[in-house]
């Protein structure tokens, strides 16, 4: 357990630090074309970097991704949270699924709640979402969440994204 990291809920969902036991997960999707979206495939060594890597945001920024956990099996679905690494135009709320919880409304729920903790307790007024040029179902689950297309951005690493602004704090009930 990483002290400081708080763990947040829905109704399906239990939202909590990073750990070791979503290496494997993690491991399997950065193996597959799937990860195509966040940057592509990756050794397990540069697997197990990317969750040092999140860890440490939360050292850093004292916010970071969630581990997305299903309540009623307690499988490992993802990630999603406030983020904002070096090289992001402005903070952001990013998602990952694993292929298991795709099509099923966790990313949306998990985005929901995560959003909300990036208004409600870090204070934010809005956020972005960078997502790749490529990728449909971000876009997709970017304009479920009520966000808009704002911007292209190249970035040095990843290439062409898009930036989707979510609402304003204040404009969300």
């Not at 109704?11 to 979503?22: G, K, Y």
């Not at 709640?113 to 689950?141: C, E, K, P, V």
Request: net charge negative; aromatic share 12%.
């Amino acid at each position: 357990m990483i002290i400081g990291i708080p763990t947040l809920e829905t109704d399906r969902l239990i939202l909590r630090a990073p750990s070791l036991d979503d290496f494997e997960a993690e491991a399997g999707f950065f193996a597959s074309p799937r990860s195509a979206g966040v940057g592509g495939t990756q050794t397990r060594d540069q697997v197990w970097r990317y969750l040092a890597f999140h860890i440490g945001h939360w050292a850093f920024r004292g916010y970071g991704m969630f581990a997305i956990v299903e309540k009623s099996s307690g499988i490992y679905c993802g990630r999603s949270g406030p983020y904002f690494p070096e090289g992001w135009p402005e903070p952001e709320i990013g998602w990952t699924v694993m292929q298991a919880a795709e099509g099923r409304g966790i990313a949306f729920e998990a985005a929901t709640r995560t959003r909300q903790y990036a208004y409600d307790t870090l204070g934010w007024d809005t956020a972005i979402s960078l997502i790749a040029a490529s990728n449909q179902r971000s876009q997709t689950l970017a304009k479920r969440l009520d966000a808009t297309l704002e911007s292209s951005y190249v970035h040095p690493q990843f290439g062409d994204m898009q930036v989707w602004r979510h609402p304003a704090a204040g404009v969300l009930q």
